[in-house]
């Protein structure tokens, strides 16, 4: 069966440059661990400045599509655990011992704050660079009209509870409830559980945050 793509991004990518921002990405990229949190964290940090790992530093990435984003700017060597979130993160050998040493997380604003609370609460100074920010578009009624006329069945890949939040706060009741007819590919046990938590009835977990690993768990879904 063949797939297609329904978009309903509840924000658009909006970079930073300020002087604020530039001063807190230098303190984030001096530090002796830089921790990248996302794809669009690396390309924004990328416009303001060349990315250059010291031969005394380590460079860890959230994921496996941050880790390839550095890759493709420049730094090599990235740790990114197989487990594709912030717990995966924390559990690399990188960060379990980071009492008096200095993390640079480049980031944006939101999310849960796990990784910086925890890195804070196991004796690191942390340097956070906001280089990016979310800034909310609510779906236009032709796009909520659109929504309510998709054909089933279909899923719906959750790597961000934020973004689903979101989604599910900008959209009216009908809406919602057609949204809540979607299997949920799920790329943690904690979106999983999320979701069960929002309402979504047909719940799948997916290997890991990646778009095949995804888009492989919607196999049962399409007959596979």
Not at 31 to 59: E, G, K, M, Y
Not at 72 to 98: C, F, I, K, T, Y
Not at 151 to 161: E, K, N, Q, T
Not at 197 to 224: C, E, K, W, Y
């Amino acid at each position: 069966m063949r797939m297609r793509m329904f978009a309903l991004s509840p924000w658009r990518i909006v970079q930073r440059d300020d002087d604020a921002t530039r001063a807190a990405l230098h303190a984030a990229l001096n530090a002796d661990l830089v921790v990248f949190t996302s794809p669009p964290a690396v390309a924004a940090t990328h416009v303001l400045q060349p990315l250059v790992a010291r031969d005394d530093q380590a460079w860890l990435a959230v994921g496996a599509g941050t880790a390839r984003a550095l890759a493709r700017a420049g730094v090599a060597n990235v740790q990114a655990p197989l487990r594709m979130d912030s717990e995966g993160l924390l559990a690399l050998p990188a960060l379990r011992e980071v009492a008096g040493r200095s993390v640079g997380l480049v980031t944006a604003p939101g999310g849960r704050g796990v990784i910086a609370d925890a890195l804070r609460g196991a004796g690191a100074r942390v340097h956070r660079a906001d280089v990016y920010m979310r800034v909310p578009t609510p779906p236009s009624p032709t796009r909520i009209a659109q929504l309510m006329a998709l054909p089933g069945p279909w899923v719906l890949p959750l790597s961000s509870g934020e973004a689903l939040q979101r989604t599910l706060d900008a959209l009216p009741a009908e809406a919602i409830a057609r949204l809540r007819e979607a299997r949920v590919l799920a790329a943690s046990d904690r979106l999983a559980d999320f979701a069960r938590d929002a309402g979504f009835p047909d719940v799948v977990r997916a290997a890991d945050a990646r778009p095949a690993s995804l888009l492989a768990a919607a196999a049962p879904s399409q007959g596979a």
